[in-house]
């Protein structure tokens, strides 16, 4: 059974800093995996999707990259801001539909 | 607009009643998801649904019943079976239940008393 691990699982930093959030899986056999963000009490916004085949994708300071091989995908947040406070949840899909959550990060930037 | 709507944003109820959760959606997409999410945990699937009049189990199905009757409305009924039903419920959708993008609703907060 896939299994999906976030580290940290809270995270603080002042504006402006670079910052790479974690998320490692189990089972390399996935479809894709998806970065998301969930605001307090809200759902969730999809970020970035990678697909199986490929290592990496990209969405203004957003940078998600996917090493199937190891398990291991990251997200980076380029000169983050205030704005960029939520919790981020990676998921990975892999046979039969079945999407697997980790428990997500929680981001504070402080300004 | 195009998007997924869930009714009511909070429920309250008591213990021993059955309450259904609604969730829309207008992307025409195929393939609908329940979810519950508690803090610490990530989302757990409870029902999907690939296309109408289908759906399957999740992980936690049980205590939880679904309807797929038309390509819009996929809604969750929370039964007295369900042992611990406070949580907060997350509807999402996809093109088709394959790989593409899951869309999610902005939840559902449950507190059964």
């Known amino acids: 059974k896939q299994e999906v691990t976030q580290i940290p699982a809270a995270l603080s930093v002042p504006e402006g800093e670079n910052l790479v959030l974690n998320c490692s899986f189990t089972?390399?056999?996935?479809?894709?995996l998806q970065w998301f963000r969930q605001d307090p009490g809200k759902g969730l916004t999809s970020l970035l999707l990678i697909q199986s085949s490929q290592r990496e994708q990209t969405s203004g300071r957003l940078n998600a990259s996917l090493d199937k091989s190891s398990g291991r995908s990251t997200l980076y947040i380029a000169a983050s801001q205030p704005g960029d406070s939520a919790t981020y949840l990676c998921a990975v899909k892999g046979n039969n539909n079945d999407m697997r959550f980790g428990a997500g990060t929680r981001l504070t930037v402080k300004p | 607009d195009g998007g997924i709507t869930q009714s009511p944003k909070y429920l309250f109820r008591k213990e021993g009643q059955n309450v259904t959760l609604s969730c829309e959606q207008n992307?025409?997409?195929?393939?609908m998801y329940w979810y519950r999410q508690d803090p610490g945990q990530g989302l757990r699937l409870i029902y999907y649904s690939q296309i109408v009049n289908d759906f399957q189990k999740g992980d936690i199905a049980e205590g939880y019943s679904v309807s797929r009757e038309k390509k819009e409305s996929f809604p969750l009924t929370v039964t007295s079976a369900q042992k611990n039903p406070t949580a907060f419920y997350l509807c999402?959708?996809?093109?088709?239940?394959?790989?593409?993008?899951?869309?999610f609703g902005p939840g559902t907060r449950l507190t059964v008393t």
């Open positions: 992307l025409n997409h195929d393939a």
């Open positions: 999402a959708s996809s093109i088709t239940g394959g790989w593409d993008e899951q869309y």
């Open positions: 089972d390399s056999a996935i479809y894709n």
